[in-house]
């Protein structure tokens, strides 16, 4: 027979022994069922978590139609409970609004502003089955980090956010330097591990709402929401560093691989984020021009 949430189970072994197993825990999520973000999961953890465009959320939504702190989740008894809070746009469970804090079902539809979500009440095949969906889309294969559909998407977004709210906004754009070399001399497994495990070294440097992907061969993309070029210049160099310290082994050899780094801060000439993707584009090329491992912003 199941045991009931959170009660523990008694088991009994063939020799009389009693032990007694720990309750599972089921982890709530929420599926982004519309936005850039589409197929995202979010996992509510902890006794309580925010929702909003502020960067202090637990979960931070950049979207013009999700107020700074827009809404609260609590964990109860193994509920999930939503309150609105004091949102512009409101928000709705199944396009009720809440009027105060109430209790998700498995299923609920939650709507925040204009971006829709699917309430799970714990892990199963569905939600499961929408966050490999979702890394299918946004995953470069290669890497591990996002690919170049979602980062392009990402820095569109938190470009329009910048504007829109006269908030500072950087990118941090570079590529492996002599990285045909590697190919050409120990192949191209070689090389697909170089830039997997580069990948990994730079992803490990970043704040928590830093978005790093590739933009394809071994160009690579960090975005920087509310950060100015002096901090990323700062993340741009311990990144710069991190690469040329770390030891690449591959099937025995020793690598040493640098990167090339340029960074840019959104403009009021900007009129697009291409703009400031082409900025920092020019100022990787002129790392390379002046002798490579270094950064230019």
Do not use: W
Request: a neutral charge.
């Amino acid at each position: 027979m199941a045991s009931k949430p959170g009660v523990t189970t008694r088991v009994t072994t063939s020799r009389g022994k009693i032990y007694r197993r720990p309750p599972t825990r089921k982890r709530a999520c929420l599926i982004q069922y519309t936005g850039d973000a589409l197929g995202r999961r979010y996992v509510l953890e902890g006794a309580e978590i925010t929702l909003g465009r502020g960067a202090t959320n637990g979960i931070v939504i950049l979207d013009v139609s999700v107020s700074r702190d827009h809404a609260r989740f609590y964990a109860r008894h193994n509920a999930i409970e939503i309150e609105d809070l004091d949102s512009s746009n409101g928000t709705f469970i199944n396009d009720i609004p809440v009027s105060s804090r109430t209790e998700l079902r498995d299923g609920d539809m939650v709507r925040l502003g204009s971006i829709q979500f699917k309430f799970f009440a714990h892990d199963n095949v569905e939600s499961v089955f929408h966050d490999q969906i979702y890394r299918m889309a946004t995953i470069d294969a290669g890497t591990q980090i996002f690919n170049r559909n979602y980062l392009l998407e990402t820095l569109e977004s938190a470009f329009n956010y910048s504007r829109s709210y006269d908030r500072p906004l950087s990118v941090i754009y570079y590529d492996l330097d002599y990285f045909k070399k590697i190919n050409d001399a120990y192949g191209h497994s070689c090389g697909d591990y170089v830039l997997r495990e580069s990948a990994q070294v730079a992803q490990a440097c970043l704040r928590k709402d830093d978005v790093i992907g590739r933009l394809g061969g071994e160009e690579f993309l960090v975005v920087l929401p509310n950060a100015t070029a002096r901090k990323g210049v700062e993340l741009a160099d311990r990144i710069r560093e991190s690469v040329e310290r770390h030891e690449f082994e591959f099937e025995g050899k020793r690598l040493v691989q640098t990167i090339s780094i340029g960074v840019s801060e959104i403009q009021p000439a900007f009129r697009t984020y291409k703009d400031l993707l082409d900025d920092a584009d020019r100022k990787l090329y002129q790392s390379k021009n002046d002798g490579r491992n270094r950064v230019t912003a």
